[in-house]
């Protein structure tokens, strides 16, 4: 599984931050999201994968990297 | 085909009796016929009531709809534009404009900082209530004083202003005074406000307000600003606390198992979210004719989104109507969705996960002390769905 994030998009709601904190943080100056693993351990993806999809502004693009296995 | 569209004739404005957490059976009767109905407005203009969890997300994630108070359809007089500052009712680029400087200051690690300050305020309240005697109303001696203080703190608001200060929000936001006093309540407001960004240029202090001084944004806008993380900043949780003490009384099975193990406390906030969805409605209003859920919503049409029914909806959620505070979280629409996701909700969640588990650890036996009918509840018209007092009791030590 492979991420990125997309600041322009980010509303800085945090909840990537939230569901994730392995792999996301907030920039503590402006708030948007900060990826801090774009290819997550196993242990971390479901969380990632969560974070993904409440994330408000659509700012977390996930990707299934080829031959990774993850559905 | 759309002829046989069931239609709302006006949003409900009562619950059902007995079932004071469930959602208007009106809405639910409509989500029934899908997720997206008609509605008529108040001032007759004809609408949609969008009921459905997968279809509410997808206009509030929709460009083409606008967040804009001056272009609402709804009553047959002209609504002037929001107010400056005031950025729930705007669209991007003046709605970011206001929300990106306020981001850095609501970040979940910065909110995270909070929270020894918030439990301090929580067992400063949670004392007062046990001096006091076995009894209290939990919304005066608890759910309001804790996010009151907590936001005025971090917006600078001093601690000698805040019994006035939240009386005139109350007013103008519970739903329950007439358009005299709702005025005053909120010009009384609006006076305050501006006194006080004029004190924090003049001398800042450690506080956001303070900070945002030093922005390009001018007072009229530092007040519109301020208005608008007061207001939500505790009506919305004040409720969350009362409703949501209430709903576990009254579901004690659920309160026992949060008592037993309090490492679920930070899933059952998201459960009471979901459950008691207080903040119940938001409205859009296309920008162009856009389709949702095979309807045509034609340009300069308002929808009304119902976030109660839309948390409940079975599509999305087992058993929606259960309250289950092991259920795991998987997203609600709470705090709404899109751009103007609620920027205070890491503060909010970490207020409520402070001050549930420390009123349940501090009184073990709390219960109902009226008959659980009897619990008056904020009428349906009001913004901010609640109780107005939660009467309760509990065992001296
Ligand atoms: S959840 Fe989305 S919008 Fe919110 S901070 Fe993370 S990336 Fe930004």
């Known amino acids: 599984m492979g991420l990125s994030v997309d600041r322009e998009r980010c509303i800085g ?49 996930l990707r299934d990297a080829p031959g990774s296995g993850g559905a | 085909m759309s002829e046989s569209l069931h239609t709302v004739a006006a949003m409900p404005t009562e619950r059902r009796p007995g079932c004071p957490f469930d959602p208007p059976a009106e809405l639910v009767e409509a989500r029934g016929h899908g997720p997206i109905v008609r509605l008529t407005h108040p001032g ?21 709809f606008s967040s804009r108070k001056d272009l609402l359809n709804v009553v047959d ?7 400056p500052g005031e950025f729930l009712l705007m669209d991007d680029p003046e709605h970011s404009r206001y929300r990106k400087p306020l981001v850095g200051k609501f970040t979940v690690r910065r909110m995270r900082l909070l929270t020894e300050r918030i439990e301090q305020v929580t067992a400063e309240c949670l004392d007062a209530m046990a001096a006091a005697g076995s009894s209290a109303d939990l919304v005066t001696a608890f759910a309001k004083p804790i996010p009151t203080i907590v936001i005025c703190e971090i917006l600078g608001v001093p601690y000698e202003d805040r019994a006035s200060f939240q009386q005139q929000i109350d007013a103008f936001m519970g739903g329950e005074v007439g358009d005299e006093e709702l005025i005053a309540a909120y010009t009384a407001t ?47 949780t004040a409720n969350m606390l009362a409703l949501g003490t209430y709903a576990l009384l009254r579901h004690p099975e659920q309160l026992a198992a949060l008592r037993e193990d309090p490492s679920l406390i930070d899933g ?53 109507d259960v309250l289950d505070v092991r259920r795991p979280f998987d997203g609600h629409l709470a705090f709404s969705h899109g751009i103007h996701q609620c920027l205070g909700q890491q ?4 207020e409520m996960r402070v001050a549930f588990r420390a009123l349940l650890d501090r009184f073990p036996s709390l219960r109902l002390d009226v008959p659980a009918e009897e619990v008056p509840l904020r009428p349906e018209t009001a913004d901010i769905y609640g109780v107005k007092s939660l009467p309760v009791a509990w065992d001296e030590k």
Not at chain 2, 77 to 83: M, Q, S
Not at chain 2, 203 to 231: F, M, N, Q, Y
Not at chain 2, 299 to 308: D, E, F, K, R
Request: net charge negative; proline share 7%; hydrophobic share 45%.
């Open chain 2, 77 to 83: 007089f002209e609504i002037p534009p929001a107010p």
């Open chain 2, 190 to 236: 609006q006076e305050y406000l501006a006194r006080l960004v004029a004190a924090k240029r003049a001398h800042p202090t450690d506080d956001v307000l303070s900070e945002l001084t030093d922005s390009d944004l001018t007072d009229e806008e530092l007040k519109g600003i301020s208005l608008i993380l007061l207001a939500a900043g505790f009506d919305t």
């Open chain 2, 44 to 64: 007759g203009m004809p609408g949609w009531l969008i009921t459905g969890y997968d279809l509410v997300r997808s206009v509030l994630a929709d460009p083409r």
């Open chain 2, 347 to 350: 503060l909010a969640r970490i």
């Open chain 1, 13 to 61: 709601a945090g909840m990537c931050a939230m569901t994730a904190p392995a792999v996301f943080d907030q920039d503590p100056d402006d708030g948007l999201v900060v990826l801090l693993d774009a290819e997550p351990a196993a242990a971390d993806r479901a969380a990632a994968r969560m974070a993904a999809g409440v994330c408000p502004s659509g700012a977390i693009v």
């Open chain 2, 268 to 320: 059952a906030v998201e459960e009471l979210l979901r459950y008691l969805s207080v903040a119940k409605t938001f409205m859009r209003t296309a920008l162009e004719d856009v389709e949702v859920g095979g309807q045509l919503v034609e340009a300069g049409t308002t929808v009304v989104l119902s976030y109660n029914t839309a948390n409940r909806d079975p599509e999305r959620f087992t058993d929606p």
